[in-house]
């Protein structure tokens, strides 16, 4: 030490400072003539990561926080504010939390409050179990890897409520952070193999990103299937066939996604055709996935939800106790848009033992998700009964929301449905729009040269001129030749009603800019 201090003629630990700061190693290195590289570039990152997309966050989201913050420091722009309709982020579009949904959470993150007057006794109880549940009754415990037993087992006890009896066993719920860290899980589980044996998995086209991404991410073999787009995004058995069988070429196909109801296209799925891709899953041997996010946002009356496990028992024992099935829900949609509070489950179904076991330990690296979205997740599952205190604020809270909901998808198709060049099936469910857009062929050819997809010139034009912020349709995979945009039905309705406006100001204006002689199709 006293030779240290020698030649650097001051403290130990001024010494220290130095020889340690960036900035002084790096001076030191110039000096010599050498930098030192860094160890993670573009060309050393994991080309996996390189390939994943994920347009509901992309370069248009990127810019409208740019010109937000652009707003904010008194830049000026042909708008006052920007109107973000691009993510089924529900409170952040002025959604008013469930009251009751709170009150449970707050007992369980601060259980003094248990002996506050000011909480219902329904909202204290349910507190109390899922306090009890936890280890040191507290909620900053971890849990077990598939998540506090008493929530799983009221998970069982709803889907059995929803389902009409068919039997449900706690022990297939796995709490999870979000739907999407169950899908991706699963899709862990599935990949395997080299070349034409490579897992295939089939999704929908459109598609929601979390899909494609992850597939990317896992080196799976991403297999199409496009839903019909006349017939209202019906889901067509001839194409699954047809997508198969193409697939089988260069890939061995072995899990089927559906999502239902459907973002971004918003269909409800009919009981006949959950039918028909449960034969379908059957025959071919595949794994299906079921994202059942927005089983509670279905708006158009003659419709309704169809769980792929209720349909799976209705066609009996034979498919019911082989056919392996993983189904999705998740606090961040249907009425309650918990997003921020990462809470969700997984029902797997018919799961070899073994196989079982390794996915308990694939999601032990992960410890366990969020407690506080566990006991959100709890709630939704366990809501106050008729007889509770609670009830009637909670029916309230619960109705005023999805009957919003209806109105504004309502609007929405109508709205966009007098808009020459855009054309918008019937918001069946979910929160989003995704109508057809004609872009004349002089606005196509201007964005090829600029090397990106007509509908993200389309958009970032609509950004920059409206302070509307959406998704372009190419995020989400669409047929070729054809041009869509995914909008949120989120904001409120005197807001959405603007959104509208300034969108069919945009879209005349931007035909006339590219005026042809050829018509807008219908």
């Known amino acids: 030490f ?20 960036t900035a002084e190693a790096t001076v030191i290195l110039r000096e ?23 347009a509901v966050r992309g370069p248009i989201v990127t810019k409208a926080g740019d010109i937000e ?17 691009n993510i089924g982020d529900s409170h952040a579009m002025g959604q008013k939390p469930i009251t009751f949904l709170r009150q449970v959470v707050a007992l369980c993150s601060f259980p003094e409050l248990l002996n506050s007057s000011s909480f219902p006794e329904d909202a204290k109880q349910r507190a109390r179990r899922i306090l009890q549940g936890c280890g040191g009754q507290s909620l900053g415990s971890y849990s077990a890897s598939q998540g506090v037993d008493c929530i799983r087992q009221d998970v069982a006890v709803y889907i059995e409520q929803r389902d009409k009896g068919v039997p449900a066993d706690w022990d297939n719920i796995y709490l999870t952070t979000g739907a999407s860290d169950g899908i991706v899980s699963i899709l862990k589980m599935l990949v395997s193999g080299q070349g034409r044996s490579r897992s295939g998995v089939m999704i929908p086209i459109p598609q929601y990103p979390l899909y494609s991404a992850a597939i990317s991410e896992l080196e799976a073999v991403q297999i199409n299937y496009y839903l019909d787009e006349d017939n209202c995004w019906a889901l067509d058995i001839n194409e699954l066939h047809r997508a198969y069988q193409a697939a089988k070429e260069h890939c061995h196909p072995r899990v089927i996604c559906i999502i239902n109801p459907g973002n971004p ?34 708006y158009s009356p003659d419709l309704q939800f169809h769980s792929f496990k209720k349909v799976l028992y209705e066609m009996g024992p034979e498919y019911f106790n082989t056919v392996e099935l993983a189904s999705f829900h998740s606090t961040s949609k249907g009425y309650s848009g918990e997003c921020g509070f990462r809470g969700g489950y997984m029902e797997v179904l018919n799961l070899d033992l073994e196989v079982k076991a390794q996915l308990v330990k694939l999601l032990s690296v992960r410890l366990c998700p969020p407690v506080s979205g566990q006991a ?12 509770e205190p609670s009830y009637l604020q909670f029916h309230k809270e619960k109705s005023a929301v999805l009957g919003a909901l209806a109105e504004k998808a309502q609007v929405t198709e109508q709205t966009l449905n007098t808009v020459p060049g855009i054309k918008c099936n019937p918001v069946q ?24 997809s007509p509908d993200m010139m389309y958009c970032l034009r609509l950004l920059e001129e409206t302070g509307i912020c959406l998704v372009p349709g190419s995020g989400f995979g669409q047929r070729e030749g054809t041009y869509h945009f995914r909008m949120t039905i989120l904001p409120t309705t005197e807001k959405l009603k603007v959104l509208l406006e300034k969108l069919r100001d945009f879209h005349i204006k ?11 199709k219908r």
């Open 376 to 387: 959100a997740m709890d709630v939704i599952v366990n809501p106050p009964l008729p007889h």
């Open 2 to 21: 006293l030779s240290i201090r020698l030649k650097t003629q001051g403290p130990v630990e001024q010494y220290g400072l130095k020889r340690f700061s």
């Open 429 to 452: 469910g979910a929160m989003y729009a995704f109508p057809r857009i004609f872009i004349p062929p002089r606005a196509v050819e201007e964005a090829k040269s600029l090397g990106m």
């Open 69 to 85: 913050r652009g707003l904010q420091q008194g830049q000026k722009h042909p708008f006052t504010e920007v109107i973000k309709a």
């Open 510 to 520: 931007f035909l006339k800019e590219y005026a042809s002689l050829e018509e807008p």
């Open 32 to 54: 010599n003539g050498k930098m030192r590289e860094k160890t993670l570039t573009m060309d050393t990152l994991n080309p996996q990561v390189k390939a994943v997309e994920y």
């Open 265 to 298: 296209t918003g269909q409800v799925q009919s009981r006949k055709c959950i039918e028909d891709v449960l034969h379908f899953a059957y025959e071919e041997n595949l794994f299906v996935m079921s994202d059942e996010v927005y089983q509670d946002n279905v």
